[in-house]
Structures are given as C-alpha cells and as structure tokens.
C-alpha cells in the first residue's frame, strides 16, 4: 500500500501481530469476537509493543467484510499522516 510492504501474522518479540509494516513500525491487528475475551492480555500486549516504537491501527472483522475500501482508506490516510518517521534509525524490534 502506498509503496509500503506489509508483511502477514508477523512475529514481535514473543508476539504475533496480523500484519506488520517494517518502515512504518505499523501494526495492523482485525478483530473479531475471540479478542471479546483478551482485553486486558491485548492490552498488555500493545503496550509492550509500543515500548519498541510500534503503532497500532485496529478493525474489527467485521469492517473488513462491509467497508473494506473505508479500512483501506483510514490506512492510506494513517500513512499519510505519519511515514515522515518512516526513514527514522530507531531499531527493528526484536
């Protein structure tokens, strides 16, 4: 998207992230009704996460099926608004 390469179900130190821009630092999780259950463990989770500079953008599942062009555009708008710190030299997280 926009010249960026997101990769699928990315490993981030001991956590799987739904898919994950390197550049960007951009986590991009989808949530159905399983994550009803995790909300303190998603919690703790993203901010350990984010303690390694990543950012998170969420949807749920459901969007995804029925206004996919408007996921879309909130990803195009999130780059906009944020690849400046895409050339940073902050470290890959592990």
Known sequence: ???YQFSRQRPID????DFYCSKLKLA???Y???HDYKLEEDAKRQM???SFGVSFLRF???DIKQNLEGVLISIEKWIDENEVGACSTTP???
Do not use: A, F, H, S
Request: proline share 9%; charged share 30%.
């Open 60 to 62: 749920q599942d459901r």
């Open 28 to 30: 991009i999780e989808i």
């Open 1 to 3: 998207m926009k010249g």
């Open 48 to 50: 350990i996460l984010e």
């Open 92 to 94: 890959e997280p592990p």
């Open 32 to 34: 159905g009704i399983t």
């Open 14 to 17: 001991k956590y799987i992230v």
